[in-house]
């Protein structure tokens, strides 16, 4: 898709409503249905309207056994999507969009070589599947599946990590696919991030969560943004973020592709909430810039490129200490 033809966005993000926008949600849920999940639909659906989110997606381990109390805690301010959390021998992946009662194969690993199989059968009814914690340290948790046929990869997921919510398998993920897109964009494929909170307990919802843009809030739209990568990852619901690329008068947001036309490219970034943090503008070349943000932690930074310099930009924001407050997919250039 190209920005060409698009209304430009305002400089903070545009408020989700009627007509669609930035919606917040986490992809990656659990209930007590899960080992170690101590919280029921209703609870969870409380904690993600009082964590600012409009929707979550509800991932329990090879169980569907949920998916009939959701119509009694999901409203017009909180879209929960149908999914599981496919824990197979050789690594995690997400079902997202399923059917009520639908649950995807999982006993098998890498060298059953089945994989394709069962993520293909999710795709063609619709439904996205996410390669999840794919450094997660412990036997079974590192995703051994090549990323290839999945839809989008979960680079930040918030539960291992003890005290913070951002910790070294989460940066090995992060390196990871970095490097997958500098090889990938050129050829024309590449997968974009998601992050979630992999909540089994109070108060991990939402801690991160993914803004996705979509024409309206509904699983169709929401996991249509997913797939185009037409969204960013967020700490908190206390972090605003916008990242616009313009060349002459086209402009193109997160996720779209920018014709430069061999003109200078200027990206603009808006950021909120993360006092005396750091963007980090990321490329092909790797990182290429970096600014400060004030104490108040409200800033606008523009940095001017090229499609011959970069084939992609991204940012990262991180918060002093290193500890990542939000991160976005790429604007491709060409
Ligand atoms: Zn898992
Ligand atoms: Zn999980």
């Known amino acids: 898709m190209t920005g060409q033809d698009r209304e430009p966005l305002s400089p903070l993000e545009r408020a989700a409503g009627p007509g669609g926008g930035w919606y917040r949600g986490d992809c990656h849920v659990h209930s007590v249905l899960s080992r170690g999940g101590e919280l029921t639909p209703g609870q969870l659906a409380a904690a993600a309207r009082a964590a600012g989110l409009d929707f979550i997606a509800i991932t329990d381990h090879n169980t569907a056994g949920t998916h009939d109390a959701w119509g009694q805690v999901a409203g017009n301010d909180l879209l929960v999507i149908l999914g599981q959390e496919a824990v197979t021998q050789t690594g995690h992946w997400l079902a997202l969009g399923i059917g009520p009662g639908q649950v995807a194969e999982w006993r098998y690993g890498v060298r059953d070589d089945v994989i394709a199989q069962h993520v293909g059968q999710v795709r063609a009814a619709g439904g996205l599947c996410v390669a999840a914690h794919p450094h997660a340290p412990y036997p079974g948790g590192v995703f051994m599946y090549p990323f290839e046929g999945f839809d989008a990869v979960e680079v930040w997921n918030g539960l291992w990590s003890s005290d913070l919510p951002w910790n070294a398998d989460n940066n090995a993920a992060v390196a990871e696919w970095g490097r997958s897109l500098a090889a990938g964009i050129g050829a024309g494929r590449w997968v974009p991030a998601i992050g979630s909170s992999d909540t089994h307990l109070d108060g991990q ?130």
Request: glycine share 12%.
């Open 205 to 334: 919802i939402a801690i991160p969560h993914t803004v996705v843009l979509a024409g309206e809030l509904s699983t169709t739209a929401i996991l249509a943004g997913i797939r185009a990568g037409r969204s960013w990852i967020a700490g908190s619901a206390a972090v605003t973020l916008s990242l616009e690329v313009r060349a002459g008068d086209r402009l193109a947001g997160i996720g779209e592709h920018l014709e430069t036309s061999g003109e200078p490219a200027t990206v603009r970034a808006v950021v909120g909430g993360v006092p005396s943090g750091s963007v980090n503008f990321h490329t092909d070349r790797g990182t290429v810039h970096r600014e400060p943000l004030p104490a108040e932690g409200q800033g606008t930074i523009e940095w001017l490129t090229s499609a011959g310099e970069s084939a992609f930009v991204r940012i990262e924001v991180r918060h002093p200490g290193q500890q990542m407050a939000a991160l976005t997919n790429p604007v491709i250039l060409s």
